[in-house]
Structures are given as structure tokens and as C-alpha cells.
């Protein structure tokens, strides 16, 4: 029952680097969302994707850029890190979309740029 | 575009006594609303959601909330907390097709002994 995995769990960037966050669900499910989460203010769409080779952008996606090869995966890649990216990032599916349906979420990963 | 709005950033309790977690949302339209909640270092996890029908909705954990459309309010409740409720909890409602969901900034619920 794996469910969605996201890797890695925690990273420290420097200014400028760059780095892809990975995202992976096994529930065969075709949407798939990434989704900040800063202290006090909620998650935030950054990206999503209804199947693959299809992704759009959310609320929030200035910096961020996504890519949806495979049903199974679904990376965020940060370009040119800022402190402004400091955040919890969260990866979550669902099957179809369709309003009321549950999303499942990954652990996390807590990235600090400095 | 639809919002959240939850009145509480945080919610001090003492064990066994009741909570409610408050919760707002703007639509004109049906909507779909849900209850997520983050214990520490974790992903959320779905508590409770309201489609349609009775606006009592009962969820996990002992946790149950009330739809009212005429105050545009799906407020949670529990009548008695445990110490292993502590966590953050977020409201939500369902936004367009993409399956979205619109969160409010969360409450976290501490539970003293």
C-alpha cells in the first residue's frame, strides 16, 4: 500500500541551484496535483495534470515547471532556487477529478532555501 | 473563484472536552466541501466530506460536521477530544474541473491533558 511517495523528504538548497522533487502513486489515478504549503497560510496549487502529457498550470506556478511522462510520475522542477520557495511541498492523486472525489496526499518534502 | 475562510488559527482544548473547528466558504453554486487533517511531520488525510444530502456529515475518528447553506458555514465538531487529536485541520471546497480543491489557512487544534 504504497499510495503516493514523494522523495526527498527534506533538502537545503543554496540560492540559484536547482532541483527536482519527485512524486510517484501506484493507485493508477489520473489526476495529479503539487501543492506549497507556508506557515499560516494553507497549500497552494503550483501545478496539476489530468493524464499523461497533459499538465496545466495552478495558483501559484512562477518558478516551478512540471512534466507528466507516465501515469506513475509526476516531477516538480525548481530552476533557479529563491528563498521564496522555502515551503512543504505535497504531491496528491485522485482518480478521476470529479467533484467530491478524495485526494490522497504524499508525506511531504520540506525544502529550505538559503 | 470560490474561498475558505477559517476564523480560528488556533484552538486550545483540554482532553475530553468538546471542540468546533469553524469553517466559511463563499459559493453561489452547489458545492462540495471537505475536512482534511495534518498530524505532524505527515500528508493530510480526509476526515469528512459533504456532496449532497443530509448536512450532518459524520467522518473519522469520532469527528462529525453540519453543512448550513443558509450561513454558507461546515463547521466540525467533536464532543470530546483525545490528546492524539492534536493536529492541524484544514476545510476545503471543490474548485472546477481539474478536481482542485480551494484550502482555508488551517486551524490547529492542540489538546491539553
Known amino acids: 500500500n504504497a499510495g503516493v511517495t514523494q522523495t526527498p523528504k527534506f533538502r537545503i538548497l543554496k540560492i540559484g541551484q536547482s532541483m527536482t522533487l519527485q512524486c510517484t502513486q501506484d493507485?493508477?489515478?489520473?489526476?495529479m496535483y503539487w501543492y506549497r504549503q507556508d506557515p499560516g497560510m494553507g497549500l497552494k496549487l503550483i501545478y496539476y495534470?489530468?493524464?499523461?502529457?497533459?499538465?496545466d498550470k495552478g495558483e501559484v506556478p512562477n518558478g516551478y515547471n512540471v512534466s507528466r511522462s507516465t501515469t506513475e510520475d509526476f516531477p516538480l522542477r525548481l530552476e533557479l532556487a529563491a528563498p521564496s520557495q522555502t515551503s512543504v511541498y505535497f504531491c496528491?492523486?485522485?482518480?478521476?477529478?470529479?467533484?467530491?472525489?478524495?485526494?490522497?496526499f504524499g508525506s511531504g518534502t520540506q525544502l529550505s532555501v538559503l | 473563484a470560490q474561498s475558505v475562510t477559517q476564523l480560528d488559527s488556533q484552538v486550545p482544548v483540554f482532553e475530553e472536552a468538546p471542540v468546533e473547528l469553524r469553517c466559511n466558504y463563499s459559493?453561489?453554486?452547489?458545492?462540495?466541501l471537505f475536512w482534511y487533517v495534518q498530524y505532524p511531520n505527515q500528508g493530510l488525510q480526509l476526515l469528512l466530506k459533504?456532496?449532497?444530502?443530509?448536512?450532518l456529515v459524520k467522518g473519522i475518528n469520532g469527528f462529525e460536521a453540519e453543512f448550513n447553506k443558509s450561513q454558507t458555514s461546515f463547521h466540525l465538531r467533536k464532543p470530546s477530544v483525545h490528546i492524539s487529536d492534536t493536529a492541524e485541520y484544514f476545510c476545503?471546497?471543490?474548485?472546477?474541473?481539474?478536481?482542485?480543491?480551494?484550502f482555508g489557512k488551517g486551524t490547529k487544534l492542540s489538546v491539553k491533558p
Open positions: 459559493s453561489s453554486v452547489s458545492v462540495y
Open positions: 493507485m493508477n489515478h489520473n489526476y
Open positions: 496528491a492523486s485522485s482518480y478521476s477529478g470529479a467533484g467530491g472525489e478524495k485526494l490522497f
Open positions: 476545503a471546497v471543490h474548485e472546477g474541473s481539474q478536481g482542485n480543491l480551494i
Open positions: 495534470s489530468v493524464g499523461a502529457g497533459i499538465t
Open positions: 459533504y456532496l449532497s444530502g443530509s448536512t
